[in-house]
């Protein structure tokens, strides 16, 4: 190694190009990643800022693939609340938590390769998704709807039917966040959550999914920035080679391509730092890293390369294992090119996806009520809900009932209500009208929970709708649609008005 040295040129560097799977910003490829693609970089992930429409997307992907062909194209859509492809209008199908309870596996099949279908034929080839965390915390403040819901069992079905669908379109599955981020109440974005079930609660309930998705062929898994300390007391997951090497690799028999969850999230930045966590990640057995989610210049690509260099000369990574994580990169490539091949070039709609709705519609439930209250007689005033933004689903995502209601039946009024409200009235404004109060995770919101009890004391003809997991039930008539997609609000928009 005395003859290795630390810069920007070389075979070192180029193989920890290689292993980054970074993200830019603009809707067009910037410079220093045409450029970078020509040095060895195999991977970029786009995120909501580089996604206008579908024909931008596609020519996005094509100048990426006219640097270097088998360059990997990643993306963060869970086609639910969670979506980047439909960002500026909302997923036009309905997300795990609701196809979780519908619980037809055929169905998650089905949608989850026409998600694929579409993605490929714009260019994408692998997919974080699907998230196979169990919701066993309804508290979660990041999984929620993300989840197919809290029993391992419909989980483990669920995650293995998404794999084989998506991966049936063209498109490579990753399931997410290993070993399970579902019994957590942090979210790792901010601060590193902790699993305390020992060893047989793990294996029963946090791992059965994963398990499933290695058996459907998953081509590749993401690491969860998680303190299991029943696997690794001293190490989260990302950075463990006890739960990366021992347990993914070993015991489940992975042998795919790991990915990390985003390397600046503060669970491991706060600990490790930037690029310290990425170097314990690729000892630790992860093949590619995440990054660009809120780092995303060239120089933030510049110091993750450089540590990686710098480390495999230090002695603290071997170049086996650099060289180990690149090859896996490289296999995952050749996969996705032949999983492209063939496929067809005509790009889906984007408008709507019809097996999209009639999920949504199929996963929509009056939990109470009904009986002489629905349909609703004439324009209603809707009150949404606002709770705190969500990272992973961001604020740039509409959701919501307001707007199809509005749709089916025009004069349709809505407000929006905001922890900043919570003096305010909630009813204001649905005089003579019917009253639909729109909440996402009532349950864990205080102030929510507090407005909508003032509001249906004074209208206890409200009707409620959850847009999220309904574990607190309440109103004369309550709608859940477990989820927030367009798809959902549509659904819900016509179950209201007797249109559907």
Not at 418 to 443: K, N, Q
Not at 474 to 495: F, I, N, P
């Amino acid at each position: 190694m005395s003859e290795r040295t630390v810069g920007a040129t070389g075979e070192l560097a180029a193989l920890a190009a290689a292993v980054l799977q970074p993200g830019f910003v603009g809707t067009t490829p910037p410079s220093w990643v045409r450029r970078w693609l020509g040095e060895g970089l195999g991977s970029v992930v786009l995120f909501a800022r580089n996604i206008v429409d579908h024909d931008q997307v596609a020519a996005l992907t094509a100048a990426l693939r006219a640097e270097r062909p088998d360059v990997i194209v990643a993306i963060d859509e869970e086609a639910g609340d969670v979506t980047r492809i439909e960002c500026a209008r909302g997923s036009s199908r309905p997300g795990n938590f609701a196809l979780g309870a519908v619980d037809d596996e055929g169905l998650t099949e089905e949608v989850a390769r026409d998600l694929g279908v579409e993605l490929a034929a714009l260019g994408v080839t692998l997919d974080y998704a699907p998230d196979a965390d169990v919701n066993s915390n309804p508290a979660n403040p990041v999984i929620g709807v993300r989840s197919f819901g809290a029993d391992p069992a419909l989980v483990a079905r669920h995650t293995a039917a998404w794999v084989r669908g998506l991966q049936a379109g063209g498109v490579a599955a990753c399931a997410k966040h290993f070993p399970g981020h579902g019994d957590t109440h942090v979210d790792s974005h901010h601060d590193l959550p902790r699993i305390d079930g020992d060893r047989a609660r793990l294996d029963a309930v946090e791992l059965a999914p994963f398990r499933a998705a290695v058996a459907a062929g998953a081509q590749a898994v993401m690491t969860g920035h998680l303190l299991v300390p029943a696997l690794d007391p001293r190490l989260p997951a990302t950075l463990s080679p006890r739960i990366l090497g021992g347990l993914l690799r070993d015991e489940l028999g992975f042998e795919g391509a790991v990915v990390t969850d985003a390397v600046e999230m503060r669970a491991v930045t706060d600990r490790y730092g930037f690029a310290g966590a990425a170097v314990r990640a690729l000892a630790a057995g992860a093949d590619a890293i995440c990054v660009g989610g809120e780092r995303a210049t060239e120089a933030d690509a510049v110091q993750l390369r450089d540590a990686i260099v710098a480390a495999v000369v230090a002695g603290q990574l071997p170049e086996e294992r650099l060289a180990e994580a690149a090859k896996r990169v490289g296999q995952f490539a050749a996969w996705s090119i032949a999983a492209r091949a063939g496929r067809p070039a005509t790009r889906r709609g984007g408008d709507g996806s019809a097996i999209g709705l009639a999920a949504a519609r199929r996963a929509v439930r009056v939990i109470t009520g009904r009986a002489g209250r629905l349909p609703l007689t004439g324009p209603a005033h809707v009150v949404e809900f606002v709770p705190p933004r969500n990272i992973a689903i961001g604020a740039e995502t509409p959701w919501g009932i307001a707007a199809p209601l509005a749709e089916l039946v025009p004069g349709t009024t809505t407000a929006r209500y905001a922890e900043s409200d919570s003096a305010a009235d909630p009813a204001v404004g649905a005089a003579g009208r019917p009253l639909v109060l729109v909440v996402r995770d009532l349950h864990r919101h205080d102030w929510m929970r507090d407005a909508v009890a003032r509001a249906l004391a004074a209208r206890p003809d409200a009707v409620v709708v959850e847009l999220g997991v309904p574990e607190l039930v309440t109103g004369a008539v309550h709608l859940a649609t477990h989820g927030a997609t367009r798809a959902a609000g549509y659904a819900a928009a016509e179950l209201l008005t007797g249109t559907r």
